[in-house]
């Protein structure tokens, strides 16, 4: 059984940054793409970005430009640095693995099973 823990998240302000860490815990567990999604209050789960096993991303039209992805294969970690947060950006943001096959993707099913979330809150 593998987990993927998310990290990082809390308060700040507008204009502020955060930077997201999500490593798995337990069991045996293959860093392909890995990819963020994220879920306000009251909306519907969104795609974020993610990121090739070799480090080539993909980003959401909302984030691009502001949001980073990046990886450690080597510490087997995925991180979301996150600067100009906007309020829009509250939500509970989320990691998982993408399923085979392993090209971009934005669609939420084409992923594995996600974390428990953290929390990000902007405030205006």
């Known amino acids: 059984q593998v987990q993927l823990v998310e990290s990082g998240g809390g308060v700040v302000q507008a204009g502020g940054s955060l930077r997201l860490s999500c490593a798995a815990s337990?069991?045996?567990?293959?860093?392909?793409?890995m990819g963020w999604s994220r879920q306000a209050p009251g909306k519907e789960r969104e795609f974020v970005a993610s990121i090739s096993s070799g480090g080539a991303p993909d980003y959401a039209d909302s984030v691009k430009g502001r949001f980073t992805i990046s990886r450690d294969n080597a510490k087997k970690v995925v991180y979301l640095q996150m600067n100009s947060l906007k309020p829009e950006d509250t939500a509970v943001y989320y990691c998982?693995?993408?399923?085979?096959?392993?090209?971009?993707?934005?669609?939420?099913?084409?992923?594995?099973?996600w974390g428990q979330g953290t929390q990000v809150t902007v405030s205006s």
């Open positions: 998982a693995a993408r399923r085979s096959p392993q090209g971009p993707s934005r669609a939420l099913a084409d992923f594995g099973s």
């Open positions: 337990g069991g045996t567990f293959s860093w392909t793409r």
